[in-house]
Each structure stands twice: as C-alpha cells, then as structure tokens.
C-alpha cells in the first residue's frame, strides 16, 4: 500500500519551492550581479570566471560533507543555520565595494554563502523525500527545481538590478534577507524519521554508507544510475544561445530578454507542469519522453527562419522544455532514493548527473565550431535520441534478463 504523508499538499509542496532557492541565489548572485559588477569596476575577464568557477566548486563537493546532515543535529536546524549563513554572508558581500582591491575578499565570502547554500539543498532533499508520498514525488521534484531556477533569477537578474538602482548595500541586503525567509518554509514540515541514526556518529556514518551501497547495488538504483549518465535533455544548449544570437539576428536585448528572467519564470512553469506529468505517467518514461520531446524543438529551431522572433520563440520552449526535463530528473532521483539518508544519496546521484551536461556541452561546442549554430542544434537533438535509444535497449535487457531469472 502507498504511504500517505499529510494532506495538505497544497501548502506543503510549494514550500519545496522555498528550500531550494537559496542555493539558485547564491549561484545566480555570484556568477551574473557580482561578476557584472566586478567587470564594471574593470576587473579582469579571467578574474571573473575565477571567482564564478570558485563559487559553483561546493556545489560540485557537495556530497562529502552531506552525511553531517544525515548523521548529526536535526535535518531542520541544519537548514535553519545554511539559510541563515548564507543570507548574512551575501549582506555583508553588500557592503563591500566590487573593485580590484576587494576581489579576495569578495571570492572568499563567495565561496562562504556557496558553501552554506549547499546544506540547505541537502537538507531540503531529506526534508522533500521524507515528506512526501510515493504519488507526490514528481509534483515536489517540480516544485523544487523551480525553486532552483527562481532563485538563480533572483539572485542574478533582481540581484543586478537593485546594485544599479539603489545603494550599493541593496542587492546583498535583499537577497540575504530573501535566504533567511526561506527558513518559514520549516513550519509547513516535519522532521525526517532517524532510523538510519545510531548511538555514535561513526555508526551512523556507516549505516548511511551501507544505504548508498545498497542503492546502487540494487536493480531500480542501478537503472537510476544508468539514466542519469546520459545526456537526454540535459539542456546544454541553453548555455550557448548568445554564441548563436547572430545566426538569428537576435538583439543584445532579446538574448537578455529570454536568457535572463522571462527564460527563467518560463523553466519554472515548465517545471511544475512537467512534475505534474510525472505523477499521472511512469517517471523514468516521462523522463525519456520530454528527452524526445525536447529534439523535436531543438531540430525544429535548426530549421526554422532566422529571425528574432523565432530565436525568442524557440529559446524560449527549450527553457520551458528543459523545466519539464528537470523536473523528471527530480522525480526520479526522489522515488528512487527511498527515505533514509536521503540528503547523502539525492545529492550524491546529483552530482553524478552533472556527468552529461559537461560531455553534452562540450559536444554542442564542438559541433557549434564545425558546422555552426545548425550542426550545434541538430548534435544537440542527437545526443538526447540516442540517449533515450539507449537506456530503452538497456531497460529492455535487463528486463527480460531478470524475467528468465525469475522463470522456473
């Protein structure tokens, strides 16, 4: 039988929206508001990237330091303390001037409110796998990635605009405050059951290594696996559209205009319709179906008139596809995962699902070099086929193997 939660799901999923954002802020905040800002005061190009690349490095580690939240305090005052060290750390990066002097105080408080972010994406993943039904999983998976791409809108289209039109403290200030207020969500939720917990800190360490072992060992984690290792509808295009604005006679404004917010409350929509999805259909089905779905768009923008209209058209549908493709991502990870020492093994499949957008970008780049913005779009769609070509054949296999098994 399903495993009820509690019914109130309409306010309990949306604060899943909530628990994921400060980790979206913080990214968008450091890699678009203060790298702007730091270009602006004539810092270096190089400079920049450093302190982008530096800020995204816990996100990358994330998953070393996520057995402390399974292992040790309570899930929710773990949140509670990342919400509000992030916030205070990007208000005090408010009050510091973005020039050349200060950049190495600027990176170090950048990595600190990274860093912190991360604890609230681990303890927002054990907060959303213990607190939802087996039928929830992909509304809340929706719910959150939407939260994450909100908050990268949040952090670096608001966050830029508030550095320009008010003090220089407002963007830290607003942005900190906004982190720190995700913390309300804590009261639509309760706190994750300890089975995995025992009476040391090295034994319960052990049993949540024993629950990773025993995931990926196992037939539905292996498969989970599989999946997310290959690059279908991963997105990575989307990192590239200002590569090939001209192709389409695409204006500064509009590749603002739809990689910037518009981009990003279209992926949230996407998001939540795409979760939606996941709950009525086979999740890993979803999965590969808005991985096709997503080629479709992709081989017809190849083809379409290159004009600016079709260009603000179709970046936008990938944007809103691609919410569909996270959002199956997520429901997948979180009906897999079970409950347990869910903040370890989310954000350990999480990082391993970062695998395919590297190879898929580097693909679409190399394919952008060779053939233009129609070999980028058309290898781009390939990839995402031939992924989902492949983990058919190999669901199929495996299938029928364990059928045989099973037979007398």
Same mark, same amino acid.
């Given at each position: 039988?399903?495993?009820?939660?509690?019914?109130?799901?309409?306010?309990?999923?949306?604060?899943?929206?909530?628990?994921?954002?400060?980790?979206?802020?913080?990214?968008?905040?450091?890699?678009?508001?203060?790298?702007?800002?730091?270009?602006?005061?004539?810092?270096?190009?190089?400079?920049?990237?450093?302190?982008?690349?530096?800020?995204?490095?816990?996100?990358?580690?994330?998953?070393?330091?996520?057995?402390?939240?399974?292992?040790?305090?309570?899930?929710?005052?773990?949140?509670?303390?990342?919400?509000?060290?992030?916030?205070?750390?990007?208000?005090?990066?408010?009050?510091?001037?973005?020039?050349?002097?200060?950049?190495?105080?600027?990176?170090?408080?950048?990595?600190?409110?990274?860093?912190?972010?991360?604890?609230?994406? *681990?303890?927002?993943?054990?907060?959303?796998?213990?607190?939802?039904?087996?039928?929830?999983?992909?509304?809340?998976?929706?719910?959150?990635?939407?939260?994450?791409?909100?908050?990268?809108?949040?952090?670096?289209?608001?966050?830029?605009?508030?550095?320009?039109?008010?003090?220089?403290?407002?963007?830290?200030?607003?942005?900190?405050?906004?982190?720190?207020?995700?913390?309300?969500?804590?009261?639509?939720?309760?706190?994750?059951?300890?089975?995995?917990?025992?009476?040391?800190?090295?034994?319960?360490?052990?049993?949540?290594?024993?629950?990773?072992?025993?995931?990926?060992?196992?037939?539905?984690?292996?498969?989970?696996?599989?999946?997310?290792?290959?690059?279908?509808?991963?997105?990575?295009?989307?990192?590239?559209?200002?590569?090939?604005?001209?192709?389409?006679?695409?204006?500064?404004?509009?590749? @603002?205009?739809?990689?910037?917010?518009?981009?990003?409350?279209?992926?949230?929509?996407?998001?939540?319709?795409?979760?939606?999805?996941?709950?009525? *259909?086979?999740?890993?089905?979803?999965?590969?179906?808005?991985?096709?779905?997503?080629?479709?768009?992709?081989?017809?923008?190849?083809?379409?008139?290159?004009?600016?209209?079709?260009?603000?058209?179709?970046?936008?549908?990938?944007?809103?596809?691609?919410?569909?493709?996270?959002?199956?991502?997520?429901?997948?990870?979180?009906?897999? *995962?079970?409950?347990?020492?869910?903040?370890?093994?989310?954000?350990?499949?999480?990082?391993?699902?970062?695998?395919?957008?590297?190879?898929?970008? *580097?693909?679409?780049?190399?394919?952008?070099?060779?053939?233009?913005?129609?070999?980028?779009?058309?290898?781009?769609?390939?990839?995402?086929?031939?992924? @989902?070509?492949?983990?058919?054949?190999? @669901?199929?296999?495996?299938?029928?193997?364990?059928?045989?098994?099973? @037979?007398?």
């Amino acid at each position: 039988m399903t495993e009820r939660v509690v019914p109130d799901s309409q306010l309990r999923l949306p604060a899943f929206l909530m628990l994921f954002m400060p980790m979206g802020i913080t990214n968008g905040y450091a890699v678009v508001a203060l790298a702007y800002l730091l270009s602006q005061a004539g810092v270096s190009v190089g400079e920049i990237a450093a302190l982008a690349g530096l800020s995204l490095l816990p996100q990358t580690w994330r998953v070393i330091w996520a057995p402390l939240v399974d292992t040790t305090l309570s899930v929710r005052v773990w949140y509670l303390i990342s919400a509000s060290l992030s916030g205070i750390l990007m208000a005090i990066t408010g009050f510091v001037s973005p020039t050349q002097g200060n950049l190495g105080l600027i990176e170090l408080l950048a990595f600190g409110f990274s860093l912190t972010a991360t604890i609230t994406t *681990i303890a927002g993943s054990s907060l959303m796998a213990h607190g939802t039904s087996d039928e929830e999983k992909g509304r809340a998976g929706g719910w959150s990635q939407a939260g994450n791409l909100g908050g990268t809108g949040l952090g670096g289209g608001v966050g830029l605009w508030l550095a320009h039109h008010g003090p220089g403290w407002t963007a830290g200030v607003a942005l900190g405050g906004i982190c720190v207020a995700t913390s309300l969500a804590l009261l639509l939720l309760k706190e994750p059951s300890t089975e995995h917990r025992a009476r040391t800190f090295f034994a319960s360490l052990s049993n949540v290594a024993r629950e990773c072992w025993d995931l990926f060992t196992s037939h539905r984690g292996a498969l989970a696996l599989f999946l997310m290792l290959l690059p279908i509808g991963v997105g990575a295009a989307q990192n590239l559209w200002s590569a090939v604005a001209d192709d389409w006679h695409a204006s500064a404004d509009a590749v @603002a205009l739809v990689n910037g917010v518009l981009g990003g409350v279209v992926a949230m929509v996407g998001c939540l319709i795409g979760g939606w999805i996941c709950d009525k *259909i086979d999740r890993k089905s979803a999965y590969i179906l808005f991985g096709l779905v997503i080629a479709v768009a992709t081989v017809a923008m190849a083809v379409s008139p290159r004009t600016q209209d079709m260009f603000v058209i179709f970046v936008l549908l990938y944007a809103f596809l691609t919410g569909f493709c996270y959002s199956a991502y997520a429901a997948v990870v979180f009906e897999t *995962i079970g409950r347990g020492a869910a903040g370890t093994k989310s954000n350990l499949i999480s990082g391993i699902s970062n695998v395919p957008l590297i190879y898929a970008g *580097i693909f679409d780049g190399w394919a952008h070099d060779r053939w233009g913005a129609t070999g980028l779009l058309y290898v781009d769609a390939i990839q995402s086929v031939v992924g @989902a070509m492949v983990f058919i054949s190999v @669901a199929a296999f495996v299938r029928t193997l364990m059928m045989r098994r099973a @037979a007398p």
